[in-house]
């Protein structure tokens, strides 16, 4: 029993939208961990030390970097954790069947 290419395309589509949505939602969170972490790290050593925002500010700028290369290094993983469908058109097959 063969699925219409359709249904499989659909399937497909389905399956990287999840994905996709998947790493969204880890890319948001760890965003939201790093600048909170940032936030009251700063606010932390501001009161220790007794300098008003100057922890807090240089921290929270910090983090836009960190969190911009955090960001690059989980959508590059997800994306390398996916493999490609090793589909030949019938043009490459018919090629590759003359070479053999």
């Known amino acids: 029993m063969s699925q219409p290419d359709g249904q499989g395309k659909d399937r497909f589509q389905y399956a990287l939208n999840l994905t996709l949505a998947g790493v969204a939602g880890q890319v948001g969170c760890l965003t939201l961990l790093v600048v909170f972490a940032a ?27 960190v969190t911009l290369f955090l960001m690059f290094r989980m959508v590059k993983a997800a994306v390398d954790r996916m493999k490609p469908i090793d589909k030949k058109t019938p043009e490459e097959e018919s090629y590759r069947g003359k070479d053999s």
């Open 39 to 65: 936030l009251f790290v700063g606010l932390w050593l501001d009161k220790s030390l007794g300098t008003k925002p100057v922890f807090t500010v240089v921290l929270l700028l910090g983090s836009v970097p």
